[in-house]
C-alpha cells in the first residue's frame, strides 16, 4: 500500500457510489480523483497522468459510450473500464466497440474489480513491450518467435490456428476479447459471424491446456462477448466467510 | 355461393298455406301481365285501323298496305315489345285479309299468292318484332348492368373512407340503403353477435339474415325483390345480409354482400391492429419503467457492495466487524438477486407478448450458462453430455438463459455439497429436452408441482438455502412462454433432476471444423 498502484479516474453520476470506490480505491493504494460526468472526465485528463478510467455507462449529458470513445480517441494508451448496471450482452459490446479494454456489471465485488483495474493497467504498459516476447501465465509458456507452446514444461502440440488464437488471447490476457474481434485478428477481416469456429477451436484448445476442459481455469467464456484468457496474476478468489 | 337457392315464400304475411299462396301470386302476376300489355296494343290497333281505312279509301294495293303495316308493327314493337307488336300484327293480318284480298269484304282468300304475300309479312313482322326486342331487352339489360357496377365501384370506395372509430355495422346498412335504394336491409355480423338493420321491413329482414347465416345459404323471396346471403371470406361464414328493393337481382346481391364481407372483415382487423399495438405500447412502457427500477435498485445496491466488500479487504477489522460486514456484503448481494430475478421475470411476462426467436445452439446455451456460474460452482464438477452437441432450439436467447440459469443455480445451492452436478439434453419426439441432475435429499412428492410456483420455497429448503423464490417460476415462465414446459424428478437414491422440454428442435448437426 506503500506504492502506488496506479492512477484511477472514476466517472459515475452517483455521489454514493464514487465515494464508497473512492475509499475502498485508496485504501487498496490507488490514487484516485472523480468526476460526476463524461464531460468532466475529458477536462480532468488532460491535467495528470491517469492510467485507468472507471466509466459508468449510463450518465445524463453525453453518457458512458460516447465519453469512452471521445477518451479513446485522445489516450489510446490510456486502460478504461465500463461499469454496467443491467447484466445484457448489448451493452456490453456497446462498450467493448466503444473502445473500452473491459467492463464490470454492478454491484462488484471490489477485489474483482481491484485484479480488472491492475489489468488494465498491464496493459496499457505491455503495448511497449517487444511483441516477440516469450508470455507466460500460470502453467502456460508461449513462445512467439519459435511457435511453440508448453504447459508445466511439457511441449503441447498446436496447430497454426490455435495457435495464433491461443497467442491472441494471452497477449491480452484478463481482458475479454469479443467473438468478432477475435475471429478477425486470426483468420482475417472477412470473417466475423462464425461463431461455431471459434467454439470448436477453444474447445480443442481446451482439451490440450485445461486440466480439466469442462471446469476451464485459463480459457474463459464472457457470455455471449467473447472469450478471455486468465490473468497473468491470477488472484486466489477464497469463498467468503 | 353457388349452392341451393332456396325461395322464401309469404315473408311478410306469416300465411298459413305456401302452395295456396303461391297459386295467387302467379295468377295475379299473371293478369298483371296482360293488363301491361294492354295500352300498347290498343294503339298499334288504332294506328292498324286508321291506315288501313286510309289506304281502302286511296285504293292501294295488298303489298303497299302490308308495307305500311309492317312499318306500324315494327313501330310497335320498338316502342312497347313483342306481345303488342305480336298483337297489333295479328290484327294488321286481319284487316289486309279482310280489305284487300278476294273475295273482298269476306276473311276467305282465293288466290294462293295472296296466302304467300299474306303468311310471309305475318311471319316476316313476328321475327323483327323479336329481333327488335331482343336486342332492346339487351340494350338495356346492359345499361342496368351498368349501373349496378357503377353502384358497386361507388359502394366498394365508400367502404373505405368508413369511420372506423364507429360500429361498422350500421355504416354498411345505411351505406347500402343509400346507394341501392333497397327497400330494407339487414345485415348480422355473426363474429360481434349484432344485427343492424333499416328500412320499414327491418324486423322481417332481420330474421331471414340470421337464418340465411345458420343455414348457410341464399334465400330469395317472393318476386325476386327479397334476398338475404351469407356473408364470407375464404370458407367460414362471417355474416349474413338480407336485402328487399325492386331492382335486386342475385347478381347485385352477390357482390354487395362479398363487399360487406370485407367491410367487416377490414373494420375487424384494424381493431386487432390496434389492439396489438396497445400492447406493445404497454409492455414498452414496463419494460421501461422496470429497467429504471432495477437502475434504481442497482445503484444504492453497488455504493453498499462496494463499502462492504472494501472494508472486508482493507483487512483492518476485528474478527466481529468482519463478520457484520460480510453479513452486509452477502445481504445486498441476496438483494441484488432478488431485483434481477424480479426483472427477469417481468421480462418473461413481457415476452409473451414478444418473444425475440433465433437459432440457439443447445451447447452453447449450456456451456454460456455454466461460464456464468462459475464462481458458484467452484470446486464441484459440472458434466456436460455429449448428446446436447448436434442440437438446436428456435427460442429467445435472453430468456433461454434466465431459465437454464435457474436450474444451474437451484442444482447448485440445494445439492450436497461439493458433489457433481451433470447436464444433458436430448431430442425426444420433437421436443428439445435440456435436464439438469444433482444429487442430495428429494423433494418431497407435496412440493414438486409447487416449487415451480412465483415465491412457493419448500419448507425444508427455507432453512438451508438462502433463496428467493422465484427461479424456479421463471424456468416454468419461460418454458411456458416457448410453448414447452418443466418438470422435475426426485428420488432419495438417485437425486433430483429437473427437466427443461421445448417443442420443435432442430437437430442439426455443427459442420464440423478441421484446424
Not at chain 2, 243 to 269: H, K, Q, T, W
Amino acid at each position: 500500500m506503500s506504492q502506488s498502484q496506479g492512477r484511477v479516474l472514476i466517472v459515475d453520476d452517483e455521489v454514493a457510489i464514487r465515494r464508497a470506490l473512492r475509499n475502498t480505491l485508496q485504501g487498496m493504494g490507488f490514487l484516485v480523483e472523480e468526476a460526476p460526468s463524461g464531460e468532466a472526465a475529458l477536462r480532468l485528463l488532460p491535467e495528470a497522468p491517469y492510467d485507468v478510467v472507471l466509466l459508468d455507462i449510463n450518465m445524463p449529458g453525453m453518457g458512458g459510450v460516447r465519453a469512452c470513445q471521445e477518451i479513446r480517441r485522445t489516450w489510446p494508451q490510456l486502460g478504461i473500464l465500463m461499469l454496467t448496471v443491467r447484466d445484457s450482452e448489448q451493452d456490453k459490446v456497446a462498450a467493448l466497440d466503444a473502445g473500452a479494454d473491459d467492463y464490470i456489471t454492478k454491484p462488484f465485488n471490489v477485489r474483482e474489480l481491484a485484479a480488472r483495474i491492475r489489468a488494465a493497467v498491464r496493459r496499457s504498459s505491455a503495448s511497449r513491450v517487444d511483441p516477440d516476447a516469450e508470455i507466460r501465465i500460470g502453467a502456460i509458456e508461449l513462445d512467439p518467435a519459435r511457435r511453440l507452446v508448453r504447459k508445466g514444461g511439457e511441449l503441447v502440440h498446436l496447430t497454426p490456428k490455435e495457435f495464433d488464437l491461443l497467442h491472441y488471447l494471452m497477449a491480452h490476457a484478463g481482458l475479454p476479447i469479443m467473438h468478432v474481434r477475435l475471429l478477425r485478428a486470426v483468420w482475417g477481416p472477412e470473417y466475423g459471424g462464425e461463431l461455431e469456429y471459434l467454439r470448436t477451436f477453444v474447445r480443442q484448445l481446451r482439451k490440450k491446456l485445461e486440466t480439466d476442459p469442462a471446469e476451464p481455469a485459463y480459457l474463459l467464456t464472457d457470455s455471449h462477448v467473447g472469450y478471455r484468457f486468465a490473468d497473468a496474476k491470477p488472484e486466489p478468489v477464497e469463498e467468503k466467510a | 355461393m353457388d349452392e341451393k337457392t332456396e325461395l322464401v315464400s309469404g315473408l311478410a304475411a306469416g300465411s298459413n298455406s305456401p302452395a295456396k299462396a303461391n297459386a295467387w301470386n302467379r295468377w295475379r302476376q299473371a293478369v298483371r301481365a296482360c293488363l301491361g300489355v294492354l295500352p300498347g296494343s290498343l294503339a298499334g290497333v288504332a294506328v292498324v285501323a286508321v291506315v288501313t281505312l286510309c289506304a281502302f279509301r286511296l285504293h292501294l294495293n295488298l303489298s303497299t298496305a302490308s308495307s305500311l303495316d309492317f312499318l306500324i308493327v315494327v313501330v310497335v314493337s320498338a316502342i312497347w315489345g313483342f306481345w303488342e307488336a305480336t298483337f297489333t300484327s295479328l290484327v294488321a293480318y286481319g284487316c289486309l285479309d279482310y280489305f284487300f284480298t278476294l273475295p273482298l269484304f269476306s276473311f276467305a282468300v282465293s288466290d294462293p299468292q295472296d296466302w304467300v304475300a299474306l303468311g310471309t309479312f305475318e311471319i316476316a313482322v313476328l321475327i323483327v318484332s323479336r329481333l327488335s326486342t331482343r336486342v332492346q331487352g339487351q340494350a338495356r339489360a346492359e345499361a342496368r348492368q351498368r349501373a349496378q357496377v357503377e353502384k358497386l365501384y361507388q359502394l366498394s370506395r365508400r367502404i373505405l373512407f368508413l369511420d372506423r372509430s364507429q360500429t361498422i355495422g350500421p355504416q354498411i346498412v345505411s351505406l347500402v340503403q343509400d346507394i341501392f335504394k333497397t327497400e330494407s336491409v339487414a345485415l348480422f355480423d355473426a363474429t360481434a353477435v349484432r344485427l343492424d338493420a333499416t328500412g320499414p321491413r327491418a324486423g322481417d329482414l332481420e330474421q331471414l339474415a340470421r337464418r340465411a347465416y345458420f343455414q348457410d345459404t341464399v334465400l330469395e323471396g317472393p318476386g325476386g325483390h327479397t334476398w338475404a346471403t351469407v356473408l364470407r371470406l375464404g370458407s367460414s361464414p362471417e355474416g349474413a345480409i338480407a336485402l328487399s328493393g325492386p331492382e335486386l337481382s342475385r347478381f347485385a346481391v352477390e357482390p354487395i354482400a362479398s363487399l360487406a364481407a370485407i367491410a367487416l372483415e377490414r373494420a375487424r382487423s384494424f381493431e386487432k391492429e390496434g389492439r396489438a399495438e396497445a400492447a406493445r405500447q404497454t409492455e414498452q412502457l414496463r419494460t421501461t419503467v422496470l429497467d429504471a427500477l432495477a437502475h434504481a435498485f442497482k445503484t444504492p445496491l453497488t455504493a453498499i457492495r462496494t463499502a462492504s466488500s472494501g472494508l472486508l479487504e482493507a483487512g483492518r477489522l476485528t474478527t466481529d466487524d468482519t463478520e457484520l460486514a460480510a453479513l452486509i456484503d452477502d445481504q445486498a448481494e441476496h438483494m441484488n438477486r432478488l431485483a434481477t430475478e424480479l426483472l427477469q421475470m417481468a421480462k418473461i411476462d413481457a415476452a409473451e407478448v414478444r418473444l425475440r426467436r433465433e437459432r440457439v445452439p443447445v451447447l452453447t446455451l449450456i456451456e454460456d450458462v455454466v461460464a456464468r456460474h462459475r464462481e458458484q460452482l467452484r470446486g464441484r464438477s459440472v458434466r456436460v453430455a455429449d448428446g446436447a452437441a448436434p442440437l438446436e432450439v428456435q427460442g429467445d436467447r435472453e430468456i433461454l438463459t434466465a431459465a437454464l440459469e435457474q436450474f444451474i443455480d437451484n442444482a447448485a445451492r440445494y445439492s450436497t455439497p461439493g458433489s457433481p452436478i451433470s447436464v444433458a439434453a436430448e431430442e425426444n419426439l420433437g421436443e428439445v429436452i435440456i435436464a439438469v441432475h444433482n444429487e442430495g435429499p428429494p423433494i418431497r412428492p407435496a412440493d414438486r408441482e409447487r416449487i415451480f410456483e412465483r415465491f412457493y420455497r419448500a419448507e425444508e429448503s427455507r432453512h438451508r438455502a438462502s433463496g428467493t423464490g422465484l427461479g424456479l417460476s421463471i424456468a416454468k415462465k419461460a418454458a411456458e412462454a416457448h410453448g414447452g414446459r418443466t418438470w422435475v424428478v426426485s428420488e432419495e437414491r438417485t437425486g433430483t433432476t429437473f427437466f427443461f422440454a421445448l417443442p420443435g428442435g432442430l437437430g442439426r448437426r455443427y459442420e464440423s471444423v478441421a484446424g
